[in-house]
């Protein structure tokens, strides 16, 4: 009985580890153009029900639902890669100086500035950025070679560090999402579903993006790439309907 119980176990734990490695398609509902340059990634805001969009160019940009620019605020010489928004901040990570930019929200107005030391390449550094809010941690994750995810307190105090390069080929962008961390893989056009304890995998879909390089939900759960190449938003039911 002991056996034909660890047998069905083993059989359940070898089916959940297939179907983590499937990736399942998703077909976005629409795609528009957006005025903002190189898209790196994208944010929703609860508090403002908008979105925040840097850009390569070193610019943060707020738009409406439509993706129509609200207002932005240049960073001069800077590479924005990630983005992230509370009720009270916007931070807009730059991947070249290895910095954190925090905004005021209200008015965009740059309230402080940290400095991660990081000894990757130049145009290896930090590619997203997002809040665990079960666990009150900031993580920030490097692109590749390796992808590493470090966990911040709310001072931004490193308090652990993890590798996951196996995940991916690279990591452009992260969002903290109904309990989960879900990835999105540049290279490997991949959404990724990631449980935020131990970051093994959920699940994967594959995505029919060029250069897909930002992640956000809106308040109704639909999900939204950017492409950087393209400099269009994509829209998608939630992938878990």
Known sequence: MILKTNILIGILLFSISITAQTATKLKPTKSISIKVPEPSDICYSPKNDSFFIVSDTGILFETNLNGDIIRKQEQKDTDFEAVYSDNKYVYAVDESNRTIYQYNIADLKKVKETVFPYNGARNKGYESFTYDEIKKRF??????????????????????????SSIASDISSARFYKNNLWLLSDEDMMLIKVNPETYEVIKKWKLPIINPEGLAFDKNGNLLITSDDMQRLFFFNNPEN
Do not use: A, H
């Open 139 to 164: 993580l920030l994750i490097t692109e590749s070679e390796p992808t590493i995810i470090f966990e911040l307190d709310d001072n931004f105090n490193i308090t652990k560090q993890t590798d996951i």
